[in-house]
Each structure stands twice: as C-alpha cells, then as structure tokens.
C-alpha cells in the first residue's frame, strides 16, 4: 500500500523516469514484501530553482541529479527492514539508471490501514 511520491530536476527522459519507477518498486516488492501489483507513484520534474538542498550536509557530494523520495506505507516493518530496503533502493537504482547514492534522498512514513483507500471511498477496514 505505499504511495510513492519522487522529486527531481526536470530535463530527464521517460525512459529513465521509467528505469527509476521500476527500481523503487522492485525494492519495495523485495524488501517490504509488497505485491507486485501494488503500485502508486508520483514522479514530479522541478526546475533547478524549485529544488533547494545542501550539496554536501551529511553526506554527498550531490549533484543536479539529486532526487527527493518519500514513501508513504502501512504498518512499521521495523529497523532491521528498513535498513534492507534502503540498500537495495541505491543500489536498483544505481544499476538501473546510473543514480549515484549520494543523490538519494528519503523519507518513510507509515500510517495505519484505516489510513488508506484505493478508490469507491472504501476503507481497507471493514465498516463498523
């Protein structure tokens, strides 16, 4: 149930928008175990002055294909998977578009299945 929302420079091409799609959902299928069918994303190309971060601030250096990642989910998986995924996100998307790790940056937030609906109003809780 994430929904996906990634940021960047504007300038790149469907095809690596596309690249970049598939490795954040591969992670996701991988390491947090979601169906393969569970896919929600919103990708979002910014001019340079609409994108604003620190080139070097705990990390880096950055560079102008620096991407802004933040993945909405259900409940907690927990440190131990969270750490997981966040290794096997660099690294998809290293091998599938050539994104350096250092320009990876991500936020997770979890929320409760009451939290959620995938259309018609319906709640994934039962009615009460």
Not at 10 to 16: H, V
Not at 52 to 57: A, G, L, M, P
Not at 80 to 96: P, R, S, W
Request: hydrophobic residues 40%; negative net charge.
């Amino acid at each position: 149930m994430p929904l996906v929302r990634l940021a960047l420079v504007r300038g790149k091409s469907a095809e690596y928008l596309a690249s970049i799609s598939d490795a954040i959902h591969d992670a996701l299928v991988s390491d947090f175990k979601m169906p393969d069918e569970d896919r929600f994303q919103i990708l979002t190309q910014h001019e340079h002055h609409e994108m604003s971060f620190n080139r070097t601030f705990r990390g880096g250096p950055r560079s102008d294909n620096f991407m802004i990642l933040s993945i909405l989910g259900g409940p907690d998986p927990g440190l131990g998977v969270k750490q997981a995924f966040l290794k096997q996100l660099v690294k998809n998307l290293q091998a599938a578009a050539g994104v350096d790790p250092e320009d990876v940056f991500v936020t997770l937030q979890y929320g409760s299945a009451e939290d959620f609906s995938f259309g018609g109003g319906r709640s994934l809780l039962p009615d009460v």
